[in-house]
């Protein structure tokens, strides 16, 4: 089955960039998002791109796509402590959400 | 307020006896879904319905029942509840176009003893 694999923690200052990494084997992916959750909250969407972009950018997000490795990040530019949460990775072959595998999550920290 | 409301929040149950969690959406989404949440490993998906009356399994569905019996609510069902199934659950529901997002609820802790 499809697997999408992320490390589990991340730490930076606040000011700095943040990259999360996300790696999967569906080679069928066609749409792949990045969630955010809050504490205490459910997963709110960030952004998604498909698979036919290499990069999408959207005010301090950034999200590049290499296809050919299978691999997909979430650059955050000037990390505030808001961001802190954990970031899912999540594919989707047909874009319909039945189809949707989510990652284990990463813990974004932001420290002063 | 478009949202997905899930009760109750937090579920302290014993093995063995029936619950229900509920989830209702106001969008007038047709798809709506079930996840549960754990350390480790990540949202796996337990059941999902494409619209009324038709439900189907997710990748971890043992131990679980759903029914959607009205667009607007999708109810989690655990008939005898074990404490393997203690997780952090969460309600989702979408509207196409492809690519739309996962709409979720704010979850629902459950400890089974």
């Known amino acids: 089955g499809e697997d999408v694999e992320q490390s589990l923690f991340l730490s930076v200052r606040e000011g700095d960039s943040s990259v999360i990494n996300c790696t999967y084997t569906?080679?069928?992916?066609?749409?792949l998002y990045w969630y955010k959750q809050e504490p205490g909250a459910g997963l709110q969407l960030l952004t998604y791109?498909?698979?036919?972009?290499d990069m999408k950018q959207d005010q301090r997000l950034t999200v590049l796509l290499n296809k050919k490795d299978k691999h997909l990040s979430l650059r955050i530019a000037d990390t505030q402590t808001g961001d802190s949460a954990i970031y899912f990775c999540?594919?989707?072959?047909?874009?319909?959400?039945?189809?949707?595998?989510f990652g284990t999550g990463t813990r974004l920290q932001v420290t002063l | 307020e478009a949202q997905v409301t899930q009760n109750p929040r937090y579920l302290i149950t014993v093995t063995g006896k029936k619950l229900t969690v509920t989830c209702s959406q106001n969008?007038?989404?047709?798809?709506m879904s079930w996840y549960r949440q754990d350390p480790g490993l990540g949202l796996r998906q337990i059941y999902y319905?494409?619209?009324?009356?038709?439900?189907d399994k997710g990748d971890v569905p043992e131990g679980y029942k759903v029914s959607r019996k009205e667009k607007r609510n999708f109810p989690l069902i655990l008939e005898s509840p074990s404490p393997n199934q203690t997780s952090l659950y969460f309600c989702?529901?979408?509207?196409?176009?492809?690519?739309?997002?996962?709409?979720f609820g704010n979850g629902t802790r459950l400890t089974v003893t």
């Open positions: 999540a594919e989707s072959d047909t874009g319909t959400a039945s189809k949707l595998t």
């Open positions: 569906d080679s069928s992916s066609t749409y």
């Open positions: 791109i498909f698979s036919n972009m």
């Open positions: 969008m007038n989404h047709e798809y």
């Open positions: 319905s494409m619209n009324v009356e038709v439900t």
């Open positions: 989702a529901s979408q509207d196409p176009p492809l690519g739309s997002p996962l709409h």
